[in-house]
Nanobody
Framework: QVQLVESGGGLVQAGGSLRLSCAAS????????MGWFRQAPGKEREFVAS????????NYAESVKGRFIISRDNAKKTVYLQMNSLKPEDTAVYYC??????????????????WGQGTQVTVSS
Protein backbone atom coordinates (compact mmCIF):
# COMPACT_ATOMS: atom_id res chain seq x y z
CA GLN A 1 0.00 0.00 0.00
CA VAL A 2 1.11 3.54 -0.78
CA GLN A 3 0.29 6.68 1.17
CA LEU A 4 -0.29 9.68 -1.08
CA VAL A 5 -0.40 13.36 -0.14
CA GLU A 6 -1.48 15.99 -2.66
CA SER A 7 -0.49 19.64 -2.45
CA GLY A 8 -0.25 22.77 -4.56
CA GLY A 9 -3.89 23.65 -4.94
CA GLY A 10 -5.23 27.14 -4.47
CA LEU A 11 -7.17 30.02 -5.96
CA VAL A 12 -6.16 31.26 -9.39
CA GLN A 13 -7.69 33.46 -12.06
CA ALA A 14 -8.83 32.03 -15.35
CA GLY A 15 -5.90 31.69 -17.72
CA GLY A 16 -3.48 31.13 -14.88
CA SER A 17 -1.40 28.12 -13.92
CA LEU A 18 -0.91 25.82 -10.95
CA ARG A 19 1.36 22.87 -10.32
CA LEU A 20 0.03 20.06 -8.17
CA SER A 21 2.25 17.55 -6.43
CA CYS A 22 1.49 14.08 -5.16
CA ALA A 23 4.09 12.80 -2.71
CA ALA A 24 4.20 9.07 -2.03
CA SER A 25 5.59 6.92 0.71
CA UNK A 26 6.68 3.34 0.21
CA UNK A 27 9.63 1.65 -1.43
CA UNK A 28 7.86 0.47 -4.57
CA UNK A 29 6.51 3.79 -5.84
CA UNK A 30 8.71 3.69 -8.93
CA UNK A 31 6.99 0.53 -10.13
CA UNK A 32 3.47 2.02 -10.07
CA UNK A 33 1.56 3.74 -12.80
CA MET A 34 -0.24 6.76 -11.36
CA GLY A 35 -3.19 8.95 -12.14
CA TRP A 36 -4.91 12.22 -11.31
CA PHE A 37 -8.66 12.58 -10.92
CA ARG A 38 -10.87 15.49 -9.94
CA GLN A 39 -14.27 15.94 -8.38
CA ALA A 40 -16.38 19.06 -8.60
CA PRO A 41 -19.27 19.70 -6.19
CA GLY A 42 -22.24 17.53 -7.07
CA LYS A 43 -20.38 15.65 -9.77
CA GLU A 44 -18.72 12.29 -10.14
CA ARG A 45 -14.98 11.93 -9.72
CA GLU A 46 -13.48 12.03 -13.19
CA PHE A 47 -10.23 11.00 -14.79
CA VAL A 48 -7.77 13.78 -15.61
CA ALA A 49 -4.41 12.23 -16.51
CA SER A 50 -2.25 9.17 -15.98
CA UNK A 51 1.38 8.21 -16.36
CA UNK A 52 3.29 4.94 -16.67
CA UNK A 53 5.78 3.77 -14.08
CA UNK A 54 8.76 5.25 -15.94
CA UNK A 55 7.02 8.33 -17.30
CA UNK A 56 7.31 7.20 -20.89
CA UNK A 57 3.58 6.92 -21.41
CA UNK A 58 0.90 9.48 -20.56
CA ASN A 59 -2.83 9.73 -21.11
CA TYR A 60 -5.18 12.70 -20.77
CA ALA A 61 -8.86 13.43 -20.64
CA GLU A 62 -10.01 15.35 -23.70
CA SER A 63 -11.06 18.27 -21.52
CA VAL A 64 -7.48 18.91 -20.37
CA LYS A 65 -5.45 17.74 -23.35
CA GLY A 66 -3.03 20.44 -24.47
CA ARG A 67 -3.37 22.36 -21.20
CA PHE A 68 -2.27 19.92 -18.48
CA ILE A 69 0.96 17.95 -18.25
CA ILE A 70 1.53 14.97 -15.98
CA SER A 71 5.06 14.02 -14.99
CA ARG A 72 6.90 12.16 -12.27
CA ASP A 73 10.19 12.07 -10.42
CA ASN A 74 10.73 8.57 -9.06
CA ALA A 75 13.77 9.64 -7.06
CA LYS A 76 11.53 12.08 -5.18
CA LYS A 77 8.56 9.67 -5.18
CA THR A 78 6.39 12.44 -6.56
CA VAL A 79 3.90 12.83 -9.39
CA TYR A 80 3.11 16.29 -10.74
CA LEU A 81 0.25 17.85 -12.63
CA GLN A 82 1.13 21.11 -14.35
CA MET A 83 -2.11 22.92 -15.14
CA ASN A 84 -2.01 25.79 -17.63
CA SER A 85 -4.69 27.98 -19.20
CA LEU A 86 -7.00 27.16 -16.34
CA LYS A 87 -10.74 27.59 -16.76
CA PRO A 88 -13.51 28.00 -14.17
CA GLU A 89 -14.72 24.51 -15.10
CA ASP A 90 -11.42 23.11 -13.83
CA THR A 91 -12.52 23.99 -10.31
CA ALA A 92 -12.55 20.79 -8.25
CA VAL A 93 -10.77 18.77 -5.63
CA TYR A 94 -7.86 16.98 -7.31
CA TYR A 95 -6.78 13.52 -6.21
CA CYS A 96 -3.92 11.23 -7.10
CA UNK A 97 -4.03 7.45 -6.92
CA UNK A 98 -2.27 4.25 -7.94
CA UNK A 99 -3.27 2.62 -11.23
CA UNK A 100 -3.94 -1.01 -10.34
CA UNK A 101 -3.69 -2.13 -13.97
CA UNK A 102 -0.06 -1.05 -14.11
CA UNK A 103 -0.40 0.24 -17.65
CA UNK A 104 -0.74 3.95 -16.99
CA UNK A 105 -3.78 4.21 -19.24
CA UNK A 106 -6.63 3.35 -16.90
CA UNK A 107 -9.44 5.90 -16.82
CA UNK A 108 -12.00 4.34 -14.48
CA UNK A 109 -12.11 5.25 -10.82
CA UNK A 110 -12.51 1.56 -9.95
CA UNK A 111 -9.11 0.86 -11.52
CA UNK A 112 -7.32 3.02 -8.95
CA UNK A 113 -6.48 2.63 -5.27
CA UNK A 114 -4.66 4.31 -2.37
CA TRP A 115 -6.30 7.68 -2.91
CA GLY A 116 -4.85 10.79 -1.33
CA GLN A 117 -6.93 13.31 0.62
CA GLY A 118 -7.12 15.72 -2.31
CA THR A 119 -6.21 19.35 -2.88
CA GLN A 120 -8.68 22.08 -3.79
CA VAL A 121 -8.27 24.03 -7.02
CA THR A 122 -10.50 27.04 -7.55
CA VAL A 123 -10.43 29.00 -10.79
CA SER A 124 -12.16 32.37 -10.77
CA SER A 125 -13.57 33.97 -13.90
Amino acid sequence: QVQLVESGGGLVQAGGSLRLSCAASGRTFSSYAMGWFRQAPGKEREFVASISWNGAGTNYAESVKGRFIISRDNAKKTVYLQMNSLKPEDTAVYYCAVDTTGRGTAVLRSQYRDWGQGTQVTVSS
